[in-house]
């Protein structure tokens, strides 16, 4: 992949992490030794984000509750919104 697309690509991936303010816990996409490789990990890459996404609708506000009350509750459903929409899309880029 050309360098000036490859930096987009990982720019794409990394905005629901920014725009929620998750911490994700993966390790850096592996460069895929052939077209199977590469379709498993592009395929991984959209489940886990889809994933990712639903399951923070409920996971970011209980772990706003944790830290600060009502008010951190609140931002965690603002950061699971976004995030519902956000991650699929960088699922979907990963795949690329």
Known sequence: MPYGLS??????????QILTSSVRDEQKTKNPSNFI???GYGTYAIA????DGVT????????GARNEGFKGAAK????GLI??????????????
């Open 7 to 16: 930096k987009l690509v990982n720019g794409i991936n990394a905005a629901p």
């Open 37 to 39: 490789s590469g379709l």
């Open 48 to 51: 886990k984000g889809v994933f």
């Open 56 to 63: 923070g609708i409920v996971t970011e506000p209980v772990k």
């Open 76 to 79: 965690g459903l603002a950061s």
């Open 83 to 96: 995030g519902i929409v956000a991650k699929p899309v960088a699922g979907t880029v990963g795949f690329v």
